[in-house]
């Protein structure tokens, strides 16, 4: 059985907890690059985080990991495509580069 890590992650009331580290993964939104991290809080469903600021950006569904064949990494590069998708290329980029200035 391979090793768990763990990241911090932010509850929607700002405290920082640890979650199991399933995944990493980059993205590029307007030629910036954003990392990404899929955690799962125990006993949660896997989601994935801005790796920043340990934002939470979207659950991943049982359905899109069974699609993927498991694959977190995978899995999470769908979700966030389709938030991206929803919500606006030009949207999610600056809603995460104002929770990166809200880290320095």
């Given at each position: 059985m391979g090793d768990v890590f763990y990241f911090k992650v932010r509850t929607a009331d700002g405290v920082f907890v640890?979650?199991?580290q399933?995944?990493?993964?980059?993205?590029?939104?307007?030629a910036v690059q954003f990392r990404f991290v899929v955690t799962r809080l125990h006993g949660g469903r896997p989601a994935v985080t801005?790796?920043?600021?340990?934002?939470?950006i979207a659950d991943?569904?049982?359905?899109?990991l069974a699609a993927c064949r498991g694959d977190?990494?995978?899995?999470?590069?769908?979700?966030?495509?389709d938030v991206i998708r929803r919500q606006g290329e030009e949207?999610?980029?600056q809603a995460l580069k104002r929770a990166?200035?809200?880290c320095v």
């Open positions: 640890e979650a199991e399933l995944a990493t993964f980059t993205h590029y939104l307007q801005h790796r920043v600021s340990g934002k939470w991943i569904p049982q359905s899109t977190y990494r995978d899995a999470g590069k769908l979700v966030l495509i949207r999610v980029c990166e200035q809200n």
